[in-house]
């Protein structure tokens, strides 16, 4: 048996995870793994610095989880609502379901679970996603579910996305996600040099490349802002109207976003008007609180009460001999 497209053939296709994906958990686990190396390397060092690179390597790292981590999420746009409708076409039967909306830079997931989710004589509980991003084809994924015969739901609301249909969000989604993940992604690299910069202890110009990845990522959320402007058209089901709002991947972004571009103004301010401080931070001169000095040792401290050893004459040397 072999894959294909990841999956394996023959046997029902898997769902996409809605909430935590796999991508986001794998991400997760690998900032985990670096973020408890550092702190057993932090073990070895002694004093304030301990606590100095405690604060940086936490810091820096939850920065560079979200900026990866929100790339893969599809909670920036969500709406939930507890409705009774339609289960299947040609069928007048209607189920309790919470239906659910969750965009993301990649597309939408629609999901759809019954309360309770047995009815029907089945389990209702579905999760499908429909990609608008680069390589993938909205439509295609519409008319695939058309053809597997999803439920009157899902269908609903994904129509309201197509290409073809006259809520005419489709471009407006697909544009902005691009863009807004694109900068997303500069900002990444800028905090990677951030990272390189401070450790080469060049701390000024960290701050700037600091700054430069709180641009971007407040660039990325007006970039997906814009989507609020095109009102999505009304999903109603009999009298309950499923209204999106912004999800917690935008506001976890904006507040990263925030503490990035007040880490980096204020290691610019300690650079003009505190570099003392800022030395201590960073560890830019050797630390004065280590018990060994920088001195030279001498078993013989005796040695230090002459500057010159006196010189021997050569006579007693012969009478030594």
């Known amino acids: 048996m072999t894959f294909y497209d990841g999956r394996y053939p023959f046997y029902p296709t898997a769902r996409i995870p809605v909430g935590f994906n796999t991508i986001e958990i794998v991400i997760i686990i690998i900032f985990l793994v670096f973020l408890v190396s550092f702190l057993i390397i932090l073990i070895g060092i002694r004093g304030a610095d301990r606590f100095h690179w405690l604060a940086r390597i936490t810091l820096s790292l939850f920065i560079g989880v979200v900026i990866v981590a929100v790339n893969f999420s599809n909670n920036w746009e969500r709406a939930s609502a507890t409705v009774n409708t339609t289960y299947k076409s040609f069928s007048s039967v209607n189920i309790n379901a919470e239906v659910g909306i969750h965009v993301g830079f990649s597309g939408v997931n629609v999901t ?150 007040i880490i980096g103004i204020t290691i610019m301010a300690l650079s003009i008007w505190a570099p003392q401080i800022l030395s201590k931070v960073f560890v830019l001169t050797d630390s004065t609180d280590d018990e060994d000095t920088a001195g030279e040792d001498f078993y013989n401290v005796h040695y230090l009460e002459n500057d010159k050893p006196t010189d021997v004459p050569m006579r007693t040397l012969e009478n030594v001999v």
């Not at 579910?145 to 739901?153: Q, V």
């Not at 269908?155 to 005419?168: M, Q, R």
């Not at 544009?175 to 990444?188: F, P």
Request: hydrophobic share 45%.
């Open 112 to 261: 759809l679970r019954g309360v309770p989710e047995i009815q029907q004589n089945e389990t209702i509980n579905y999760n499908e996603e429909f990609l608008w991003n680069s390589g993938s084809s909205y439509a295609a994924a519409y008319r695939d579910g058309l053809e597997r015969g999803l439920p009157d739901p899902i269908l609903y609301i994904a129509e309201k996305f197509t290409p073809s249909s006259p809520c005419g969000v489709f471009s407006q989604y697909k544009v902005s996600s691009h863009y807004a993940s694109a900068t997303m992604w500069v900002a990444l690299v800028a905090w990677m040099l951030a990272n390189i910069l401070l450790w080469l202890k060049v701390p000024l110009y960290g701050a700037y490349m600091i700054l430069v990845t709180g641009s971007f990522m407040i660039f990325s959320l007006i970039s997906f802002g814009t989507t609020r402007k095109t009102k999505l058209c009304a999903i109603m089901f009999d009298d309950m109207k499923l209204d999106s709002a912004l999800g917690p991947s935008f506001w976890l972004t904006l507040a990263t976003a925030l503490l990035t571009l």
